[in-house]
């Protein structure tokens, strides 16, 4: 693997929500963004001719210590530790300023052809830029816990103009707002997010009818809570499980 890539994010007010805790969506904005900021920067010298492909996000799995709780700057690092065929992982470390550590992470990537949308393979330079191995382990498959379905809630969300990113699609973080909202307030006051698992199977797009299906655990720790996200034609687009401490 190559070195770690560092960038400083800073913590504002409306990072956090009523009860001053960081919002989940702030976090994986900020892994989202370095993801993308590390790859453009890694690879500017490289032809554009080379890198026609578009990456995609497939799975996050992130383990949080602990949340900030109040405003200031925070250190996020990341690098790729996979590229095969047209699959590629990342991993990543947040710490606070001082370097103790707030949580960490792994993503799946895939690498499509921007117009047919269908999964093409990665060119090799990429393993030489980023110091990866072409024979670095696979990390492990995600795995969710069982989904009953019959004792599930659901409710119904529109995506609408601000979901839309510039892939032309929801934005991989607004699934993580969409499934924490079908909790509701009596539920997030009393817990804080302790690791979040997201697989994203299907796109959805602007004008799209979906239901959130979300399924809630008490456990001897704390909770967990399950999500189906489905489309207008009852697919699952997107799966989340997140998992609860109680709130101090």
């Given at each position: 693997m190559?070195?770690?890539?560092?960038?400083?994010?800073?913590?504002?007010?409306?990072?956090?929500?009523?009860?001053?805790?960081?919002?989940?969506?702030?976090?994986?904005?900020?892994?989202?963004d370095i993801s993308t900021i590390h790859f453009e920067t890694?690879?500017?010298?490289?032809?554009?001719?080379?890198l026609l492909g578009l990456w995609v996000i497939v799975e996050w799995q992130i383990t949080f210590n602990h949340m900030p709780?109040?405003?200031?700057?925070?250190?996020?690092?990341t690098e790729p530790t996979y590229f095969r065929k047209f699959i590629a992982y990342r991993q990543y470390e947040i710490a606070d300023v001082l370097g103790n550590?707030?949580?960490?992470?792994?993503?799946?990537?895939?690498?499509i052809d921007p117009v047919s949308r269908k999964q093409v393979n990665i060119p090799r330079i990429l393993n030489e830029v980023f110091g990866v191995s072409e024979h670095a382990e696979k990390p492990n498959k995600l795995i969710f816990q069982s989904f009953d379905i019959v004792s599930a809630e659901r409710i119904q969300r529109l995506a609408v103009y601000t979901d839309i990113d510039v892939n032309k699609h929801v934005n991989n973080v607004t699934y993580i707002r969409w499934a924490l909202d079908a909790l509701g307030s009596d539920f997030l006051d009393q817990y804080?997010?302790?690791?979040?698992?997201?697989?994203?199977?299907?796109?959805?797009?602007?004008?799209?009818?979906?239901?959130?299906?979300?399924?809630?655990?008490?456990?001897?720790?704390?909770?967990?809570?399950?999500?189906n996200i489905l489309n207008e034609d009852e697919q699952s687009c997107v799966?989340?499980?997140?998992?609860?401490?109680?709130a101090d």
């Open positions: 190559g070195e770690l890539f560092d960038r400083k994010y800073q913590l504002n007010y409306f990072d956090f929500d009523k009860n001053y805790k960081l919002k989940p969506t702030t976090m994986m904005n900020f892994l989202q890694m690879t500017q010298s490289i032809s554009e001719d080379t709780k109040d405003t200031g700057d925070i250190l996020v690092g550590p707030i949580g960490s992470g792994i993503s799946k990537w895939a690498y804080q997010l302790s690791n979040l698992k997201v697989s994203f199977k299907k796109e959805v797009f602007e004008g799209q009818m979906v239901t959130i299906e979300s399924i809630k655990k008490e456990t001897a720790t704390g909770a967990i809570s399950q999500h799966q989340v499980e997140f998992t609860w401490s109680k």
